[in-house]
């Protein structure tokens, strides 16, 4: 009798236990759902009618080449692998009015299952490329062309890796991204604190607190240092800022970041695909985000094409990096 009325109590109790659980996982697939609809969902772009080049001065000197004289690797095989998930962050200035910008710019966040990592990757906007169906150009253009889709094509052709969706982010909306997890702490060199001076900002040299309007001057900033190839380092250092402030969050921290983040998106992926890398990323537990940079040093050539200062990269060299970098596997 009593051990009939024991097993009835453990069979309550674990009931119970099981219930509440259900009832979590319901409730969090609830707010997931919730949450990520919130995202704006990418429209079907028409792709257009022609090629346009910014065009620039020559200031740096740099040798005048014919658009026929570049000479580009064959096609690689892209590479897919189920463990690696490569996400395209879009940074579009939509104050342009009446037509779609070329990306701002381009950081490629690959989520490595088997090696635990997550690496950002800036693609600098001048570095010269094939665009399919369109003449060779500077990679920001093919944004404007054709949106993500072209996007993700002009990748692919060149660099043979797969990209599995995009997420395009406001700038101006992204300041409150930063607001909201109460700004980052940033690193600035002499150059950096004196242009943040002379918009008004009191910082200082070294360590600084920057709310979400400064962190944005800092990392769109090409005027100083080594023009975009600092200003993609510092958007990289800026994601590890807003990373490292995350990582450690509470729920409550976690849900408001979202509840500012996520307005200031848009994105070609479902849900479905999004909660699978939100979850990747959180399954990962990385303790900070690796960094490379696309050309990387000593794989391009500076030229000027078309009336354009752009990059002409090896290919080849990039893909080799890309594959050890970012799936630990040698390239053919």
């Not at 009939?4 to 969090?28: C, N, P």
């Not at 200031?264 to 699978?276: A, R, S």
């Not at 050890?324 to 390239?331: D, G, P, Q, R, S």
Request: proline share 2%.
């Amino acid at each position: 009798m009593f051990k009939s009325r024991a097993w009835s109590i453990i069979v309550k109790v674990s009931a119970a236990i099981l219930g509440l659980a259900l009832l979590l996982v319901v409730s969090v697939a609830v707010f997931a759902v919730l949450k990520l609809g919130q995202i704006q969902k990418a429209e079907t772009v028409s792709r257009a009618e022609g090629d346009s080049f910014e065009t620039d001065e020559n200031t740096g000197n740099l040798e005048e080449i014919d658009p026929d004289d570049v000479q580009w690797a064959e096609d690689w095989e892209v590479l897919r692998d189920k463990d690696v998930v490569n996400l395209l962050l879009i940074g579009q200035d939509t104050r342009v009015s009446g037509e779609r910008a070329r990306s701002d710019s381009i950081i490629l966040v690959t989520l490595n299952r088997t090696e635990k990592e997550i690496t950002t990757t800036s693609i600098m906007r001048d570095l010269y490329v094939q665009i399919p169906g369109y003449s060779d150009n500077r990679i920001n253009a093919a944004y404007a062309y054709g949106g993500m889709e072209l996007l993700d094509e002009t990748i692919e052709k060149n660099f043979a890796i797969e990209i599995d969706g995009n997420v395009e982010v406001d700038f101006d909306g992204f300041t409150q991204v930063i607001d909201a997890v109460g700004g980052v702490d940033l690193d600035l060199s002499p150059d950096e604190a004196a242009y943040l001076q002379n918009q008004g900002y009191a910082v200082s040299v070294g360590m600084n607190h920057l709310d979400g309007t400064a962190a944005l001057l800092y990392a769109r900033v090409r005027s100083i240092g080594n023009s975009d190839y600092d200003r993609t380092y510092r958007q990289r250092k800026l994601l590890s800022s807003i990373f490292a402030s995350l990582k450690d969050s509470s729920f409550s921290e976690v849900l408001a970041f979202a509840n500012e983040l996520f307005p200031c998106l848009t994105t070609d992926m479902t849900q479905t695909e999004l909660i699978g890398a939100v979850m990747t990323g959180i399954e990962l537990r990385v303790g900070e985000l690796r960094s490379l940079r696309i050309p990387a040093d000593d794989t391009f050539e500076a030229r000027y094409i078309r009336g354009m200062s752009v990059l002409v990269p090896d290919l080849e060299a990039n893909r080799r990096l890309l594959r050890e970098e970012l799936y630990h596997e040698t390239a053919q």
